[in-house]
């Protein structure tokens, strides 16, 4: 079909018109005169509707077997990169989701491979990001905008939920193959033999990056060793801090208040001063400890002697509190100096400790186990430290 | 970088080599390279790279693996304490809870 055939009939192209010259004969290429003329253009579906919002990274619609499917960029745009960092400091990170349902990457056929993709939005975008030149469906299924890995860990991205999916939006009309791409970290939730019998069709595993995809189809479906595994890269690290201290911040919260308030109390009864002076450097050597254990600790995790994570807290928390009291305090070996250096050890061992669960090689067996010798050896520590500081009041 | 190592000797991971068919599927699925299959059978060779997340359990089509799986977040154990419940990471974000 040529574009004067698609634009208009008789085949005269309108005058005026803003058709770019050789554009592709798409429907959507058809645009109609400027001015006067009448349109020849057939009709274009607008997916507008009142009350509903279309998503900025929809960029087109397929006719398909089973109805219009949107097709997604490839490419993110600003609201999807700011959505990301936003994400990181834990803004929003409760609503973060795309709707469920079959989208389209490019122009998949029936021969296409289909995707299986969590509705959190973070991961859909790397998915789509990460698909090369490759033409594909993704079906996203409802795991309440939680990542694979966790949703799989509850059981919501699981077995039963692609089956219900792969059902409902008749999966078996667009595609003529039997097969589903299932993220390998989805796995925990997935049973494969139960989703064949489910649905029929048949589970393959693919890597654990979605940067790895094109690599993954260009092998015929293969993935190499090191495509299957969790590594716990310096980067991975650094990004998940802001996500620990936002884990902790109604504790942060509450913990500089009494200590502001515990910091008036002296032979006075209590000053507001000496809650502000007092109170504020305990509150600033306590955040020091949680920097320590939080952010310092998983940036050195592989470096730091021990295996525990409470114990690799306890090295960045001394050395924190030695550099700490050295600079502030002349009389080393004073109580003060004591109590400060169980306050910011005890705490950066504890917040270290909290990492567990953003690394990617602890069981919970183990946390379990670390857990039972470390609280009450942090706990114990904390009183003394808070005794001693108090006790230095009078 | 290598594999880093957690605890030795806690990891609650058991395969019955007895029922394994030698699919390869626990070898695929496993994140921490825990499986080798050799001999049409599955073997467990880093069990203390086990991070019990129960993939291999799951898609073991005979059920010759069992694993205490379960989540490693110490505020979930640390809830799971104080309330009794199983516990449950509450990570709605995050790239890896
Ligand atoms: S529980 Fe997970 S980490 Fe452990 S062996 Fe099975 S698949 Fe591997
Ligand atoms: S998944 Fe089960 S049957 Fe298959 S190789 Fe592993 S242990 Fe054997």
Known sequence: MTETENCCTPKVAPTDSCCPVNAPDTVQNCCPPKSGKQSCCPPVADHRKPEYKLEGFIENWLDTPIGEIPVVARKLNRVDQFGRIAMRWGIGRNHYAVAPGIYAVGTPDAEAEVLISANYKLSFDVLRRSLGSINAWILVIDTKGINVWCAAGKGTFGTDEIIRCVKKFHLTKLVTHRRLIVPQLGAPGVAAHLVKNGCDFNVVYGPVRAQDLPAFFTYNRQATPAMRRVNFTLLDRIVLTPVEITILYRQIFYTALALLLLGGIGSQVFSTSAALIRGGSAIATGFSGLVAGAVITPVLLPWLPGRAFSLKGIWTGLAIAILLGGSLLPDAGSTIHIALLLQVTAISSYAAMNFTGSSTYTSPSGVEKEMRIAIPCQLIAVVIALGLWLWTAF | ?97
């Not at chain 2, 921490?32 to 001999?39: G, L, M, N, S």
């Not at chain 2, 694993?67 to 505020?75: L, T, Y």
């Open chain 2, 1 to 97: 970088m290598a594999h880093q190592k957690y605890l030795k000797n806690v990891v609650t991971l058991k395969l019955e080599q007895e029922k394994c068919v030698g699919c390869g599927l626990c070898a695929i699925v496993c994140p921490r390279a825990v499986f080798k299959i050799e001999d049409d059978l599955a073997w467990i060779t880093a069990l203390d790279n086990c991070m019990e997340c129960g993939a291999c359990v799951g898609n073991c089509p005979v059920g010759a693996i069992t694993v205490h799986a379960g989540v490693g977040c110490a505020s979930a154990i640390i809830h799971s304490w104080l309330t009794g419940d199983e516990p449950s990471c509450d990570c709605g974000g995050g790239g890896n809870c």
